[in-house]
């Protein structure tokens, strides 16, 4: 199965990416672990990524569609991959679809998570994820069942730099800006779904596992 999970920041791609690796055994893919993990190596990409991150601004294409080729091709994303960030400009959804074709693979879905401003600010700026495996939380919604202690791996939480207020402000106008005309992208497109991502994280997965299994359903 190959996945796009489209969405704003904040809209629980992340999260449903996750779930679906543990329940299904599909890699999840994602941009920003990769280039938190890289930063935190202190990589070449790392260094040029830090900047951009941490404004809550994109990283250069170049570097995002680099970074995505060598992974697609790793032992474990042969079976299948859920992109979650990824891509996020148009340039990066035509260079991806430039890839896929190269490597004989199609897209199985496309889904896009609708949700409103609103509801990402609250999200995001409660959120706290655990430094070991980037287990996600919010101080609301999903407590840790101890305080600043992740339940899977018991390491600590720390709240994302880009997760301030003002930095998440900016990141949505960038999404508006940027990744919105990627949705339009896609949209024409048979294996577009919309999921509404307003509901919690139970709520959302039934509908993410619903709307999957309908698209397998449909090309077997
Ligand atoms: P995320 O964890 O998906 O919210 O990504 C965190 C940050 O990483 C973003 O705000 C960007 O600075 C950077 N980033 C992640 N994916 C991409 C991408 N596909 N293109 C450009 N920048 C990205």
């Known amino acids: 199965m190959n996945l796009i999970f489209l969405g704003a920041p904040g809209a629980g791609k992340g999260t449903q990416a996750r779930l ?31 900047e951009y991150v941490e404004q809550g601004a994109l990283v250069p294409d170049d570097v995002m569609i680099a970074l995505i080729e060598e992974r697609l091709v790793r032992p474990d994303a042969r079976r299948g991959f859920v992109l979650d960030g ?11 679809d430039r890839m896929l074709e190269r490597a004989g693979r199609v897209l199985d879905a496309v889904l896009y998570f ?4 609103e509801t990402i600010l ?31 791996d018991g390491s600590e939480l720390y709240q994302r730099v880009d997760d301030r207020p003002e930095t998440v402000r900016h990141r949505l106008d960038v999404y508006h800006r940027e990744t919105q005309p990627v949705v339009e992208f ?17 709520d959302v997965s039934r509908k993410v596992l619903g709307t999957i299994r309908a698209r397998m359903e449909l090309r077997a």
Request: net charge positive; charged share 30%; glycine share 10%.
């Open 20 to 50: 679906l690796q543990e329940r299904e055994g599909i890699p999840q893919v994602s941009t920003g672990d990769m280039l938190r993990a890289a930063m935190v190596e202190g990589s070449p990409v790392g260094k040029r990524a830090k």
């Open 86 to 96: 990824f891509p996020r400009t148009l340039p990066q959804a035509e260079a991806l």
């Open 114 to 117: 609708d949700i409103s401003d």
């Open 122 to 152: 609250r999200r995001l700026t409660g959120r706290w994820v655990c430094r070991k495996a980037g287990h996600i939380y919010h101080l609301e919604y999903n407590p840790p069942k101890a305080p600043g202690q992740c339940d899977a």
């Open 186 to 202: 896609y949209r024409r497109r048979g294996v577009f779904a919309t999921i509404d991502a307003e509901g919690d994280i139970e």
